[in-house]
């Protein structure tokens, strides 16, 4: 995986790699409530990774399933904290995760009205992932809003949105129990794949979204659709954990980079 | 009209941090610090299991048998005598709601700041009706910390005559662990400008009032000084180095061979940042 990391800037300096890039900052004024926010632009990009899978039942079929540049979703992440007083809880903060896609996210361009129910369904889950590791106590009155926007949607939309979100929040400064990873996960004729594309998930098989906090083994959220026979689960599920370790050994390397410089 | 169009270069990294402490432990999310369970735990930190792990990302620091983390880049947080710089966003009952860039409102209360005339009486319900002669939504002002809530909000006062409402100038906005913390915050530069650091991240540039005379002149006269004031502290930001009058105004030093436009371009920021560099470590040691 390839991660992008860029921050308000302050300055024009573009850089390539997995090193950081200024990006433009915009910062917001909105009449009703006073918002200082950061656009942070991180783009995800696999690498040509191959994760081999061995099918148990017939051991001379080795899946390779290999992830070809084709991006598994770019997401732009803009967050802030303000003090409010609308919905504002005393003790601790609210986290509001709004999710949005861009018409030319698919392979066909789609207008996409922003309350819809997808994107309600994802903001929701995206909250209840973060709720889970977001710090809130320490942040008595305020909300904390994560906005992500889908640049290129080529499968595992949710699991680029959290990984992404991750990053913000970090970049932000606000405490975490631990990175959040997240990844899809498939069966397919009898193997576990890891990390679906969006043809993949188009086939109709059942498919499983983990969000993972990596140095506990805690599961944040962990979503299934359609039918999975029960002793296949975990296969699946190990198979997403797998991944997603990965993207924190990543994560994990951009940031400490990050931090360093 | 000639236009300059400028491609994006791949930048190369300044590794070469003379005088950078590398010896800095550094942390993500998750990690575990220490699994000693004699510290006791700061900022940044949270205990699971027996272990102190780190909740931000960022260098550990260590006082005695203290373990915070101090996180790269957050909001500003107050602390008590800290000077900073906010902008008006709300007048309320009897006090003023502050933008100070820190993660809930300031509060300036009526009762902190001076009345005109300098008296020193009870605020009436005339002064309540009166709050927005005095400041409006949006006007700057400079203010001390006198207070900090539980929750992390700030209060203001303004019970001196070096703060208060600011005039004429300019406003840039940092990341507020950029600014080095010292005993006075105001410095009147030898070149024609003031600047006010604001520990918020929120730095002033004004021309320099000679005799209180002059206010509209002063400004329009020194508009060059202050603009290339203004592009050298966002320089200075780029390369993350501390800002302080001293690096300041080396680095409006280093400048001055340039037009000010250019100043904000890569690769001649990146010249006068090392120029200034090199100028502080020179005086150092």
Same mark, same amino acid.
């Given at each position: ?25 915009? $910062? ?23 994760? /081999? ?15 070809? !540049? @084709?991006?598994?979703?770019? @997401? ?7 003090? =409010? ?40 889950? #995206?909250?209840? *992932? ?7 106590? #320490? ?11 889908? #640049?290129?949607?080529? !499968? ?97 390397? @951009?940031?400490?980079? $990050?931090?360093?410089? | ?35 000693? *369970? ?72 009526? =009762? ?32 001390? &910390? ?8 700030? =209060?203001?006062? *303004?019970?001196?005559?070096?703060? !208060? ?8 906005? &940092? ?9 006075? $915050? ?25 005799? /209180? ?35 300041? #105004?080396?680095?409006?030093?280093? =400048?001055?061979?340039?037009? +000010? ?6 690769? +001649? ?6 120029? *200034? ?9």
């Amino acid at each position: 995986m390839f991660v992008n990391l860029g921050w308000q800037g302050m300055g024009q300096g573009w850089t390539q790699g997995s090193q950081l890039k200024g990006a433009r900052g915009r $910062h917001m004024q909105d009449r009703e409530r006073k918002t200082g926010g950061f656009v942070l632009e991180v783009t995800q990009l696999p690498l040509a990774e191959a994760l /081999k899978v061995e099918g148990e039942a017939d051991p001379q079929r080795t899946v390779e399933c290999e992830l070809e !540049g @084709v991006g598994l979703a770019h @997401v732009s992440v803009l967050f802030q904290i303000r003090g =409010s007083r609308a919905r504002a809880l005393p003790d601790r903060a609210l986290v509001n995760c709004q999710y949005s896609s861009a018409t030319f996210s698919t392979g066909e361009r789609k207008r996409r009205p922003h309350g819809d129910r997808k994107s309600c369904e994802m903001g929701l889950q #995206l909250r209840q *992932t973060f709720e889970a590791a977001i710090l809130t106590q #320490l942040h008595p009155r305020s909300q904390i809003d994560i906005y992500v926007q889908v #640049l290129q949607a080529d !499968g595992g939309t949710y699991a680029a949105c959290v990984n992404a979100a991750t990053l913000a929040v970090l970049d932000a400064g606000i405490p975490m129990r631990d990175f959040v990873c997240a990844c899809s996960a498939g069966f397919v004729d009898g193997t576990a794949l890891a990390d679906l594309s969006h043809v993949e998930e188009a086939a109709g098989g059942p498919q499983l979204a983990l969000a993972l906090l990596p140095a506990s083994g805690q599961i944040a959220l962990l979503e299934m659709d359609a039918r999975l026979h029960e002793d296949h689960l975990e296969r699946v599920l190990e198979a997403a954990a797998q991944a997603a370790r990965d993207v924190h050994t990543l994560l994990d390397r @951009v940031v400490r980079q $990050h931090v360093r410089e | 009209m000639a236009m300059e169009m400028r491609l994006p270069v791949a930048r190369k990294p300044l590794s070469e941090r003379l005088g950078r402490d590398t010896k800095k432990h550094l942390v993500v999310p998750g990690d575990t610090i220490t699994t000693d *369970t004699g510290f006791m735990r700061g900022h940044g930190t949270y205990m699971g299991e027996e272990k102190l792990i780190a909740s931000v990302a960022g260098s550990v620091e260590r006082v005695n048998k203290l373990i915070c983390v101090k996180a790269l880049k957050t909001r500003y947080i107050g602390e008590v005598g800290d000077i900073v710089v906010g902008r008006i966003t709300e007048v309320q009952q009897k006090r003023w709601k502050v933008e100070t860039n820190s993660r809930l409102d300031s509060v300036l209360l009526l =009762s902190s700041m001076n009345l005109p005339g300098g008296e020193l009486r009870r605020r009436s319900a005339e002064d309540e009706l009166a709050m927005r002669g005095f400041l409006q939504e949006g006007d700057l002002i400079s203010a001390e &910390v006198q207070a900090v809530f539980s929750d992390g909000a700030v =209060s203001l006062h *303004t019970r001196s005559l070096k703060y !208060g409402k600011l005039g004429q100038g300019v406003l840039v906005q &940092v990341s507020p662990s950029l600014v080095k913390r010292q005993k006075t $915050h105001f410095h009147d530069l030898p070149c024609g400008a003031s600047v006010i650091l604001g520990n918020n991240g929120f730095i002033w540039i004004y021309p320099t009032p000679e005799h /209180k005379e002059e206010e509209a002149g002063g400004f329009i006269a020194n508009l060059e000084v202050i603009s290339r004031l203004r592009n050298c502290i966002i320089s200075l930001v780029t390369q993350r180095m501390m800002l302080y009058d001293t690096s300041i #105004l080396y680095c409006y030093e280093a =400048s001055l061979p340039h037009q +000010i436009k250019d100043i904000l371009k890569p690769e +001649i920021m990146e010249e006068i940042v090392m120029e *200034t560099r090199q100028r502080l470590l020179e005086q150092e040691g």
